[in-house]
């Protein structure tokens, strides 16, 4: 079918747009609407404020210039679903409300979590004012993106770009809407993803454009080789991803280091140590005598070479360590040979903290760069945009998998808390009538995994890993052990022979328990950070400033404490904002547009509550506001609310629904709140809002149009008088003098002066002369002042003398 895309000028009706006007409610049927809708190319559908985003996996063409201009400051219903109408309504609300925004994308790992984030920032950016130091700081933002995506996302099989990294980006506005500095926070990113890949995945996106993308010279210099020598980047099998290249995206990364104040001397460092992981990880050991010893020692020339180390060192660090023993007061360190397990298992903690630093520097570099023009100061907002990644399910679901899924798991508490379940306890808290839903509420989930007394999953896992220090054989098993004891009938929970099972919102994960406890601990030893303290290049120093003497004996954070920290601290930022969203669906695993998996469709579309949520909204209210906030942001449309009320709130509230014809059934007073039922009633006080600015903004118009015209009028009248200026014949040689009005000498006729006013000022004074019928001459004296044209002139009485008669006009 032809498509158009919705718009004032061109609407065409696919399905339903806002999903609480569906006629019938069941899963089915919101899934039969987004079908129609997606086969349709409208790929955005509502349910209220709440925006639901089908993957279409391909380019659609309503993300331009036009569309911006379009949803600039259109209500939500003028136009067709988007996500510019949802960033748009982010803008205007922080700047009218004088509150912090955020927007929480979610979804499975390839719904288009990423995209959706690019689109909000690339509107904001558009629309937002400011010169030459703001626009600096929109670069950075939009550049921010392709670069951290170089570094933090990969190609696996259910998303060609997939985000193994979360992110939390926070635009600082000042109180005129200008993006002024900003803060990017991430989150747990997939480091063990450098020396591993499942069948079907590719490393990090920067590896293979840095082999597509290096010139001659550049790939002499780092000894930059065939992706299938490397041993990170071979063992997948996988070194292409569709619709991706990897040499374009090279000058991409290139541009966005220039972007984010990364000079070329850096950006030749930050390449360097790319080129080292992948040399590194062709390091490989044999077995001598029970020990191992690198076979190959020319593989050690190239990472010796690019991190400023010598083969020796690398080499002794690789295959051995320095233990401290500990007997009574007596301290005594013990040089100990590594097996081969342990030289790979030491060659890969090595590579992976080495990434994960230089991923923080360029998030450093980023924020650097955004917080140039910053200010702190509590008259500035922010919009918050956070991209995280997705709940996952994998055949093999490890560590990394239960830290994700955990992530997820707290951010759709978010969603339960802030859309279903404080809504229903809001109505009850402000004496509203309403019917109680019933929904799933996941805080059971989330307490399974992280509360501390009783011991949750982590609790107990950081416990396993403190009891069993330094020790890496059966300590998994024994973490299993302990959660099947401790959670032995929980009903989100069942133990496996090697493997723990949790019932999360999106679905049953089984966890394979085989390296959590290592992962856990996320120790690199102390004999790596002192060997890369020994390079000779400063830039590498830089990554490793820990002080390893001061840190001795102290026990190490271990990753689920700080992932379960960094989670926390994200919840109370966005609870402090007023909170927007946006739900993903991929519509199929094959990555192919017009491919539709019903099954799938239906089992995001239960476990992301979308029914419950279309209940709530039904039977609830559209929107709330306290009275205050509601009175200041609508009293413009009744005139005994503007320009000043100085009376009750509430009854102002009362006042403005009045006046625009609000029935009483649409709306409800609370005790603090007023509650607007339907969209339609809230789209007639906005409607109403735009339309007093816009008269207003029309009597503003036409005034200082008005003061121009006669400004450019003077101005024209000027230009025309120096034109003729001493060109005039008979004026060429006469003296350039003032203009005097006065021909009749009124200081000598104060008579004359006295009829007109003692403070009037005549402008022009001479004698006229008035013809009657007959054409008969008699003389007048004309005066004019800045009111009024007078006429004296002498009237012949019959029988009688003349006297004076005036005349003022």
């Known amino acids: 079918m032809a498509f158009h895309w919705q718009s004032k000028v061109n609407v065409q009706h696919v399905g339903v747009d806002d999903m609480v006007l569906l006629p019938k409610l069941t899963e089915q049927s919101i899934v039969e609407n987004l079908k129609k809708r997606i086969q349709a190319n409208s790929i955005f559908t509502y349910i209220g404020p709440v925006l639901i985003s089908v993957n279409p996996f391909k380019q659609m063409p309503y993300f331009t210039e036009k569309e911006m201009l379009l949803y600039q400051g259109a209500a939500q219903y003028e136009n067709a679903p988007h996500i510019y109408a949802l960033a748009d309504n982010m803008y205007r609300n922080m700047l009218i409300d004088n509150e912090s925004q955020c927007v929480i994308i979610s ?35 939009l550049q921010s993106n392709p670069l951290l995506e170089a570094f933090g996302n990969s190609a696996t099989v259910r998303n060609w770009n997939s985000s193994r990294f979360g992110k939390y980006v926070e635009i600082v506005f000042s109180r005129g809407g200008e993006p002024i500095g900003g803060k990017l926070s991430n989150f747990l990113l997939e480091k063990s993803r450098v020396v591993h890949q499942n069948e079907g995945d590719r490393n990090f996106h920067i590896f293979y454009q840095l082999c597509a993308g290096a010139d001659k010279n550049l790939r002499s210099t780092l000894g930059i ?14 070194f292409k991803a569709d619709d991706t290249d990897d040499g374009k995206e090279f000058e991409s990364t290139l541009h966005a280091m220039k972007v984010v104040g990364v000079n070329d001397q850096e950006q030749l460092e930050v390449l360097r140590i790319v080129s080292a992981v992948l040399h590194i990880g062709n390091i490989a050991f044999t077995e001598e005598n029970n020990f191992a010893a690198v076979s190959g020692k020319d593989y050690l020339e190239f990472p010796a070479f690019l991190l400023g180390l010598t083969n020796a060192d690398i080499e002794a660090k690789l295959t051995g360590r ?7 007061t007596q301290k005594e360190e013990i040089d100990m040979k590594l097996n081969v397990e342990q030289a790979n298992y030491t060659r890969d903690a090595w590579v992976k903290a080495i990434y994960a630093r230089l991923f923080d520097y360029l998030v450093k570099k980023v924020n650097d760069a955004m917080n140039i023009t910053s200010q702190s100061s509590s008259d500035n907002f922010s919009i918050g945009i956070l991209d995280i990644y997705g709940f996952e399910i994998f055949n093999n679901n490890g560590f990394e998998q239960f830290c994700i899924n ?17 809504e229903q306890e809001e109505y009850v808290r402000e004496g509203i009538k309403w019917t109680e839903i019933d929904y799933f509420d996941n805080k059971i989930v989330c307490d399974l995994i992280e509360t501390k007394r009783p011991p949750g999953i982590m609790s107990l896992l950081d416990d396993t890993c403190a009891q069993n220090h330094g020790q890496r054989e059966g300590v998994d098993r024994q973490l299993l052990t302990t959660l099947s004891k401790s959670f032995a009938g929980h009903p989100h929970f069942a133990p496996g022979s090697d493997s723990f099972l949790i019932k999360h919102y999106a679905g049953d994960v089984t966890y394979n328990v085989d390296g959590f406890c290592d992962r856990n601990r996320d120790v690199l030893y102390p004999d790596l950070i002192l060997l890369m303290q020994k390079s000779s290049n400063a830039f590498i ?5 820990e002080n390893v003497a001061a840190s001795a004996g102290k026990r190490p954070t271990t990753f689920s404490t700080k992932i379960r920290t960094q989670a926390n601290t994200l919840v109370e930022s966005l609870m402090k904002c007023s909170p927007h969203y946006v739900r993903c669906i991929k519509p199929n695993e094959t990555k192919r547009p017009n491919d539709w998996d019903e099954s799938r469709v239906k089992h995001q579309v239960e476990y992301l509550g979308l029914r419950e949520n279309i209940r709530v909204r039904r039977a609830g ?11 200041q942001r609508y009293a413009i449309v009744s005139p005994q609310t503007w320009p000043s009320f100085h009376g009750d709130q509430q009854k102002a509230c009362e006042i403005i629904c009045d006046s625009v014809h609000m029935e009483k059934s649409q709306y409800q007073m609370g005790r603090t709140k007023i509650f607007v039922k339907n969209p339609e009633s809230l789209f007639l006080l906005e409607e109403t809002r735009e339309r007093k600015f816009d008269g207003f903004a029309r009597v503003i118009q036409k005034a200082w149009r008005q003061f121009a015209a006669r400004k450019q009028h003077i101005k024209q009248k000027e230009q025309a008088a120096d034109l003729m200026y001493g060109k005039k014949e008979r004026r060429r040689y006469s003296l350039n003098r003032n203009f005097v009005g006065d021909y009749i000498g009124l200081e000598h006729h104060p008579t004359l002066q006295s009829l007109v006013g003692k403070r009037q000022r005549v402008l022009f004074a001479c004698t006229a002369n008035k013809y009657d019928r007959k054409f008969r001459a008699t003389k ?11 006429l004296i002139g002498k009237e012949k009485v019959k029988n009688g003398p003349e006297k004076e008669k005036l005349w003022t006009l």
């Open 107 to 141: 979804g499975e790992s390839g719904a288009g979590k990423t995209v959706n984030a690019k689109f909000i920032m690339n509107y904001i950016s558009r629309i937002s004012g400011g010169g030459q130091k703001v626009q600096h700081i929109k670069d950075v933002i």
């Open 225 to 238: 080789g065939e992706l299938q020598y490397y041993n990170y980047l071979n063992m997948s099998g996988v």
């Open 322 to 328: 320095k233990m401290e023993s500990k007997w009574g």
């Open 406 to 422: 955990f992530v997820n798991e707290k951010l759709q508490q978010i969603f339960i808390e802030l859309t279903l379940k404080a």
């Open 541 to 545: 120093r830089a990554l490793f400033p």
């Open 621 to 631: 209210f559209a929107y709330r506001r306290a009275f205050d906030k509601f009175a």
């Open 780 to 790: 007048l004296e004309m005066l004019l002042t800045a009111n009024h044209l007078t």
